[in-house]
């Protein structure tokens, strides 16, 4: 039997799996290194025993300008269709007495489909252009979405936004496809921090 045609595939068929090897695991090393950039410059506690599969998903923890905070990578079903994905989530504690709730999603045809039925504009036009918000309370999502919250949230459009922003109960929320492996990813991430942070001071008075 001649070997050599086998031979001559064997860098084909292997060169594939070697590359794949090396992208995941370079990607796992900026993951974690970005989780360890939100320990050093928030001093937010840096977890690694969250085990999936046979890895693990990084989260950090800890209390930022005087609030729970987490960022966590998690494993999840997004749209109840079994096909599960990674998910990194932001999460800010905040006081919400009653029970305003509110989703801030970017403008594109998929999410016009699913939320713009109940669309609330903030009577913005060019925030309007670039976000649908729904809310049981139109009033007071007008009053929160003010001129340095519509601003940053324009910052945060221009690095690639993609998520949701949700405020449900006591929590708000910002949920994005795919974990922290970039470094516009952590820069968005940080600016939704401070977003949501601020968010949460405003809900105070408003």
Wanted: overall charge positive; aromatic content about 10%; hydrophobic content about 40%.
């Amino acid at each position: 039997m001649d070997l050599k045609p086998l031979l001559l595939l064997l860098p084909v068929i292997i060169l594939p799996w070697v590359i794949l090897f090396f992208v995941k695991a370079n990607s796992k090393k900026s993951i974690l290194n970005n989780f360890k950039k939100l320990n050093e410059k928030y001093g937010l506690e840096f977890d690694l025993t969250n085990r999936s599969g046979s890895g693990t998903l990084p989260s950090a923890k800890g209390i930022y300008r005087s609030r729970p905070v987490k960022i966590e990578s998690i494993i999840r079903d997004p749209a109840g269709n079994k096909k599960v994905m990674p998910h990194t989530i932001l999460t800010v504690e905040c006081a919400n007495g009653s029970n305003f709730e509110f989703t801030v999603v970017k403008k594109n045809r998929q999410n016009s489909n699913t939320f713009g039925k109940d669309a609330v504009p903030v009577e913005d036009k060019e925030f309007d252009s670039k976000y649908i918000v729904r809310t049981n309370d139109p009033a007071r999502i007008r009053n929160i979405f003010d001129f340095n919250t519509r601003f940053k949230l324009d910052q945060v459009h221009k690095l690639g936004f993609e998520g949701a922003i949700d405020l449900r109960g006591n929590l708000l929320l910002y949920t994005e496809k795919g974990l922290l492996k970039s470094g516009e990813a952590l820069m968005r991430f940080e600016l939704v921090l401070h977003e949501l942070c601020d968010i949460a001071d405003v809900l105070k008075y408003h």
